[in-house]
């Protein structure tokens, strides 16, 4: 049944929501602490000894991805537009088959730690120098302080908290056990924090189908286009051409070369798992849409009158779409369940974070200042380096009242201009032993002096109401974000290519195993960081067998899912 308005402001905790939340906490600790006594190399802290399973190591890559941005984001983006936004969702499921299939095996073969220092040994120094800078000062300034931000959104307007006290809390309880207890105890936190976090969303979109009069009464209440995925070309936000052919470069940006999430497959235990690994969390991916953006278009069609509509039609509110549901919907006990859930995402999420800034410092810097640092010099350092993330989180406490909705959808669309050149250097540098080290930092330079100047633009634009008149310029600013990506991959790797095809051809002995033309090549040991090469059992023909048959199954599954919402 629609509702005119919403009950209540915010909802009031219970002894049994208090509890739930309470147990959820110790149950977190006393993972944390476990894996404290057990680290003590830089493979234990840092990679987990190197011996998890698929099913942790799937849902870790879940939970570091999904945070507390995702209930607000991605509902809000249901309430103002329908499920189109979901694409981003299911194109993982599809960019994560690519990380376990043509990734890992490199990853795993070339025995490095860290993303940079596979670029190191692909390109140069240099590039791995920019690749770590870059990825660290985006892991600050946007990773973290969006996820504050959600988390302030949702705590202050669902139970009252104050949202300054609640981030301090919330950071430094996550830094507590990242810094105890390294890679492992974040993998093994993920995995009760993903059962949480699913059942909490699931129940709560349940509960709203209910009230709504399901599928049927939903879509009476929310307009048509709201269930249509595919959009024009034209499309001011997803549009087709924008989706299928720029979204999977900031896909492959962040699922298949970004630290936080890579550093949780080279923890698997051998190939087999670390791709099937990939196709859990693909599985896991799935969900979103329904448990998450499915709810923005509840709470639209449920309290239309809690929504401020544009001009234009489209609504301007959208990231009360979820709160609202939590305050109105779920009675005692359920909401310290959905707590402990939002809980769960923002310290899954930030945790990730602090880990894997913590091991770009630790390997790709201070390892390079002191390459005679023992295992325990390196762990402590890594401790440090989590800590000085943990105070760097809390500095952005006092700021997030300033971060604006408009803001959050900025710092969210950095990783358009940011991922572009690093997608091509790692995409044609594993298909193509004849670039260089010029070609990719030349690249990566010009990559982020594009992106630099459409994000100045942007800022410069709206500061100034619109006004820049340029034509070239109104196009720079105006053209969708993804066609921009699109834009920016294209010249980047042409930049690649022609610069290498102009300086002298790489050593083809340092690239053993670094590309496919060379994957079955002797490595040269010299090249290696560590004395002693990791060499993961491979995958046996059982495992090869299943992985096939679950990913054709995802495949399947998802296009199906395309097919049915188009």
Not at 250 to 258: E, K, N, Q, R, S
Not at 501 to 514: H, I, N, S, W
Request: hydrophobic share 55%; aromatic share 12%; glycine share 8%.
């Amino acid at each position: 049944m629609v509702q005119s308005a919403a009950h209540f402001t915010h909802k009031s905790l219970t002894g049994i929501d208090i509890a739930i939340i309470v147990v959820y906490f110790i149950v977190i600790f006393a993972i944390g602490f476990y894996f404290a006594r057990k680290e003590r190399t830089s493979t234990d802290y840092f990679l987990a000894s190197r011996s998890v399973g698929w099913f942790a190591i799937g849902a870790s890559l879940f939970v570091s991805n999904i945070s507390t941005e995702h209930f607000i984001g991605l509902a809000g983006s249901g309430a103002t537009s329908g499920l189109a936004v979901g694409h981003f969702e299911w194109l993982a499921c599809l960019i994560l088959l690519i990380l376990g299939w043509v990734f890992v095996p490199f990853y795993l073969r070339s025995n490095v730690f860290t993303m940079p220092e596979f670029l190191e040994r692909r390109f140069s120094r240099s590039c791995a120098v920019y690749l770590a800078s870059i990825s660290i000062i985006a892991y600050v300034f946007t990773k973290i302080s969006v996820h504050l931000y959600a988390a302030a959104i949702v705590l202050e307007r669902v139970v009252g908290w104050n949202a300054l006290q609640a981030a301090v809390v919330l950071v430094i309880a996550t830094g507590i056990y990242t810094i105890a207890g390294g890679l492992a105890a974040v993998i093994y936190t993920d995995l009760v924090q993903t059962i949480i976090l699913i059942i909490g969303a699931v129940i709560l979109t349940l509960i709203g189908l209910h009230d709504v009069g399901g599928f049927a009464g939903l879509r009476a209440h929310v307009p048509a286009n709201y269930f249509h995925m595919i959009k024009s070309a034209t499309d001011p936000e997803f549009p087709w051409t924008g989706i299928f052919f720029g979204a999977p470069i900031l896909g492959i940006w962040y699922w298949c070369t970004d630290q936080v999430i890579v550093q949780r497959v080279l923890s698997a235990k051998d190939e087999g798992h670390a791709k099937a690994a990939t196709i859990f969390a693909g599985f896991l991916k799935i969900l979103p849409v329904f448990m998450l953006v499915l709810p923005g278009l509840i709470a639209f069609a449920l309290y239309p009158d809690m929504f401020h509509i544009g001009a234009n039609g489209q609504v301007l509110n959208g990231d009360i779409a979820y709160p609202t549901l939590i305050i109105n919907l779920l009675p005692t006990g359920l909401v310290g369940l959905m707590i402990a859930a939002l809980l769960a995402a923002l310290m899954g999420a930030m945790s990730s974070v602090f880990n894997s800034a913590s091991t770009l410092v630790t390997l790709d810097f201070y390892k390079k200042i002191k390459p005679d640092a023992s295992e325990r010099q390196l762990v402590r350092f890594g401790r440090v380096m989590t800590g000085v993330m943990v105070l760097l989180g809390l500095a952005w406490v006092p700021f997030i009242h300033l971060i604006s909705s408009q803001l959050y959808i900025y710092l969210q669309s950095v990783q358009a201009y940011i991922s572009p050149p690093i997608t091509s250097c790692f995409i044609l540098g594993i298909l193509w032993p004849r670039l260089n080290a010029q070609g990719a930092i030349s690249s990566l330079l010009t990559g982020f002096v594009l992106g630099a100047v459409r994000f100045v633009l942007e800022i410069m634009d709206r500061a100034a109401g619109g006004r820049f008149e340029n034509p070239a310029i109104r196009w720079l600013i105006d053209i969708n974000f993804l066609h921009y990506a699109i834009l920016m991959f294209v010249i980047c790797s042409l930049v690649l290519v022609v610069v290498s095809l102009m300086t002298p051809a790489p050593d083809r002995k340092k690239l053993a195993g670094l590309t496919f033309a060379t994957v079955d090549e002797k490595m040269d040991l010299t090249q290696v960081a560590r004395p002693v090469v990791y060499k993961p059992a491979a995958e046996t023909a059982m495992e090869h067998r299943l992985n096939v048959v679950f990913s054709l199954a995802l495949l399947s599954t998802v296009v199906g899912l395309w097919i049915y919402f188009r």
